[in-house]
Nanobody, 121 residues
């Protein structure tokens, strides 16, 4: 089946950088939009950034100019480069992808398990 696996979270000081990666694997025919969401304690999950298969991007206002989303269609991966991190960026970050499978019953939106990002001095 299809799964998404994230990596790259951790603890970083304010002003620092982190790079998150997410790899999709399994019985994949194609991947539509991919994105990163985050959920801070006591808050709803929110969209951070998204990218279409053609490379069009969309960012939350709070991260514009600091975060960059990219993808490698050949490797079924998506990345989030996070610069100038702030304490308010602290959250669990989730990867999401709209996937078409060779098994049509497996088509749908998939989520990773989440990776913790903590910005603190």
């Amino acid at each position: 089946q299809v799964q998404l696996v994230e990596s790259g979270g951790g603890l970083v000081q304010p002003g620092g950088s982190l790079r998150l990666s997410c790899a999709a694997s399994g019985n994949i025919f194609s991947i539509n939009a991919m994105g990163w969401y985050r959920q801070a304690p006591g808050k709803q999950r929110e969209l951070v950034a998204a990218i279409t298969s053609g490379g069009n991007t969309n960012y939350a206002d709070s991260v514009k100019g600091r975060f960059t989303i990219s993808r490698d269609n050949a490797k079924n991966t998506v990345h989030l480069q996070m610069n100038s991190l702030k304490p308010e960026d602290t959250a669990v970050y989730y990867c999401s992808a709209g996937i078409a499978s060779y098994d049509s019953e497996a088509n749908g939106d998939y989520w990773g398990q989440g990776t913790q990002v903590t910005v603190s001095s």
